[in-house]
Antibody
Framework: EIQLLESGGGLVQPGGSLRLSCAAS????????MTWVRQAPGKGLEWVSV????????YYADSVKGRFTISSDNSKNTLYLQMNSLRAEDTAVYYC?????????????????WGQGTLVTVSS | SYELTQPPSVSVSPGQTARITCSGD??????AYWYQQKSGQAPVLVIY???KRPSGIPERFSGSSSGTLATLTISAAQVEDEADYYC???????????FGGGTQLTVL
């Protein structure tokens, strides 16, 4: 059974940092691109960042570029999102999502499995 | 930055056809994907690569794309189809993903 379990969310002050984790199981983690998607309270989905299975390619939304870093540890089957210089507008539920098909060609593939999300609140 | 535009809301009666559109300049060259999100739940894929339906998704869900417009069609919509629907695609350079603003479907 494929499972994605996010952790690391919480309350942080503006300008602070937080690292989110997404523990994956039930599939060959290193073969699939992984993506972070966030959703502000009462708002729509926002694509944040993607990393290839080999971790050789990463891309970011303009809204987080230079502040967030996506990474993965294939030995631990875990995806990370390091978030620095946090702002109030970063407040959201953060989901990790798995690409539907493996391989480097499917970096931008659909998402077939999502985690339950972890809430990040940026407030003083 | 690249944007996908959806109507904020669509309302139909049970048994009617619901159509949700998604407009974007890169759609002639990039696939559209559609996700359904019910309150308090993670999104679920209902259409991928413009018109393909994942296993387990009812046949009443279909998708199409022409030019800069992608369309999700729900034939004979049911009350259980009430949800927010999001289109997803990538920008023309293939460097960023983007979701549409979402459409709230009401079936009553």
């Amino acid at each position: 059974e494929i499972q994605l379990l996010e952790s690391g969310g919480g309350l942080v002050q503006p300008g602070g940092s937080l690292r989110l984790s997404c523990a994956a199981s039930g599939f060959t983690f290193s073969s699939y691109a992984m993506t972070w998607v966030r959703q502000a309270p009462g708002k729509g989905l926002e694509w944040v960042s993607v990393i290839s299975g080999s971790a050789g390619s990463t891309y970011y939304a303009d809204s987080v570029k230079g502040r967030f870093t996506i990474s993965s540890d294939n030995s631990k089957n875990t995806l990370y999102l390091q978030m620095n210089s946090l702002r109030a507008e970063d407040t959201a539920v953060y989901y990790c999502a798995k690409a539907g098909r493996g391989g480097s060609y499917y970096l931008w593939d659909y998402f077939d499995y999502w985690g339950q999300g972890t809430l990040v609140t940026v407030s003083s | 930055s690249y944007e996908l535009t959806q109507p904020p809301s669509v309302s139909v009666s049970p048994g009617q056809t619901a159509r949700i559109t998604c407009s974007g300049d890169a759609l002639p060259k990039k696939y559209a994907y559609w996700y359904q999100q019910k309150s308090g739940q993670a999104p679920v894929l209902v259409i991928y690569e413009d018109s393909k339906r994942p296993s387990g998704i009812p046949e009443r869900f279909s998708g199409s794309s022409s030019g800069t417009l992608a369309t999700l069609t729900i034939s004979a919509a049911q009350v259980e189809d009430e949800a927010d629907y999001y289109c997803y695609s990538t920008d023309s350079s293939g460097n960023q993903g983007v979701f549409g603003g979402g459409t709230q479907l009401t079936v009553l």
